[in-house]
């Protein structure tokens, strides 16, 4: 996982006009390592025929805008959906996931003055990362962890509310995608929810036809929530809260809002695809 940009922003400073999803950063003051993709990419998204019959391997990383909106009376996240375009969601979906406390769609890079400037309204917490996803893997977003046992409740596809405690472990927030060259640099995402332990132990495991060992991990992914959405080129993802997540105990909830010295803070996560070719990649 390659981390090209880490920036915290509080207060009611303006947001810096880089701070847009899919924009490169104006200076190197304002990231920890260069903002091209490794070398040695981790996730080949696409192969796409070049003339002479040489294959180019397009390679896909992610820019990962966290906002962290502070809760005090005002949810300043829902004028957010006022530009974000949630029809991109079958409705079957898009109604599961609002009763479990989450909202999904689409946003485009017009959109964004508007969205940067409820954030800075907001006096809002901005994070922003670069990511790439390990080969054949899809790309794992950390969103917060179980320091304490933690009971999280979901509507299934069955509309039966279930839940399990967890005595500890990662909240993840996982993207599946594919890239498709020949449709314009459309997207294809589809998100899941997990909650991974690490035992702490190691087991053996076949990985590209090599026997190697591999941490061990206790795992539970909601399966019946992956909504799955295309993005058009330059376009990005939103993911948030509905208002059903004034439920504390519903998933949405668990995994996107924090407590932190006496305040409460819910999350949105802006995700914008960024195909590139990776040097070498060409055969």
Known sequence: MINAGVLAIAGCAPLPAWLVPGAQPRSPHEVTES?????????????????????????????????DLPISGV?????????????????????????????????????????????????????????????GLPLTIHVGSIGDSESVFSYGADQRLVGKTFPAGDKLVNLDYLFHPELGGNTEVRVSFEIRHDRGVLTWEQRNGVVEQVPDYDRHV?????????????????????????????????FLTRAESGKRYETLLCLTPQPYQAQGAKR
Request: net charge neutral; hydrophobic share 45%.
């Open 35 to 67: 903002s091209t993709p490794s070398e040695n990419p981790s996730s080949v998204l696409a192969r796409k025929a070049t003339p002479g019959n040489n294959i180019q391997a397009i390679d896909l990383a992610f820019d990962v805008v966290r906002v």
């Open 75 to 135: 949810r300043h996240s829902r004028k957010v959906w006022n530009h974000v375009d949630e029809l991109r969601l079958d409705p079957q979906s898009a109604a599961l996931l609002a009763r479990n406390g989450l909202r999904i769609g689409a946003a485009s890079p017009d959109a964004w003055p508007a969205i940067r400037a409820i954030f800075e309204a907001a006096e809002a917490d901005i994070r922003r990362d670069q990511l790439v996803a390990q080969r």
């Open 222 to 254: 909601f399966a019946d929530l992956s909504p799955a959405l295309t993005l058009n080129a330059g376009e990005f993802l939103v993911l948030g809260l509905s208002d059903q997540a004034k439920n504390e105990y519903l998933l949405g909830s668990r």
